[in-house]
């Protein structure tokens, strides 16, 4: 149906930024929400957001809110994931998904998933 490939995921120094991509091909992009997962060692996979598939609804738990900004650009098949004021607790692999349900605020039911970037904070 999709398939998805992160990017851009590295090295930053805590309190900087980093933004990584999820570029989409196959299946219509627009028909997809997307959703942000990370996964760290020894660590159960953690939700980090979704958007919808417009772009203009977007979801995050408390644990990122305000920190982590969630956008798409359907035109170029990207969805992205702008990350601030990185702590050594948010290094993990970051993964994303997408699913054709259009509830956004829960981490169930996504079908496709990235093969995952990693992203290190160093403090």
């Known amino acids: 149906q999709v398939q998805l490939v992160e990017s851009g995921g590295g090295l930053v120094q805590a309190g900087g930024s980093l933004r990584i991509s999820c570029v989409a091909s196959?299946?219509?992009?627009?028909?997809?929400?997307v959703g942000w997962f990370r996964q760290a060692p020894g660590k159960e996979r953690e939700f980090v957001g979704g958007?919808?598939?417009?772009?203009?609804?977007?979801y995050y738990p408390d644990s990122v809110k305000g920190r982590f900004t969630i956008s798409r650009d359907n035109a170029k098949n990207t969805a992205y994931l702008q990350m601030n004021s990185l702590k050594p607790e948010d290094t993990a692999v970051y993964y994303c998904?997408?699913?054709?349900?259009?509830?956004?605020?829960?981490?169930?039911?996504?079908?496709?998933w990235g093969q995952g970037t990693q992203v290190t904070v160093s403090s």
């Open positions: 958007i919808n598939r417009s772009g203009n609804n977007i």
């Open positions: 196959g299946r219509t992009f627009s028909w997809f929400t």
């Open positions: 998904a997408a699913k054709l349900v259009v509830e956004l605020s829960t981490y169930t039911d996504y079908d496709y």
